[in-house]
Nanobody, 116 residues
């Protein structure tokens, strides 16, 4: 059974940073594409980043390119999302997904709130 557990969310001021983590289990993590998606209050799910098993191919949505960085540690079965220069528009529930560019399967999410 695929299990994805996100952590690291919280409240931060505009311009601030956070690092999200996603601990994966139930599958061969080192062979899996992984990604992050988010859902802002009242809005649809938005794909934001994806990474291939060996980190050789990394993709970002235009909305986060240059501000967010996805990475992974295959020895820890964990994928990360470094959020920098956060904006109020980045306020959302952030989900880890076992996919490069799709929305599922995903974890339970971790909330990021950007507010002054």
């Amino acid at each position: 059974e695929v299990r994805l557990v996100e952590s690291g969310g919280g409240s931060v001021q505009p311009g601030g940073s956070l690092r999200l983590s996603c601990a994966a289990s139930g599958f061969t993590f080192s062979a899996a594409n992984m990604g992050w998606i988010r859902q802002a209050p009242g809005k649809e799910l938005e794909w934001i980043a994806g990474i291939t098993p060996g980190s050789g191919n990394i993709l970002y949505a235009d909305s986060v390119k240059g501000r967010f960085t996805i990475s992974r540690d295959n020895t820890k079965s964990t994928v990360y999302l470094q959020l920098s220069n956060l904006k109020t528009a980045d306020t959302a529930m952030y989900y880890c997904v076992k996919a490069l560019r799709s929305m599922a399967p995903r974890g339970q999410g971790t909330m990021v709130t950007v507010s002054s």
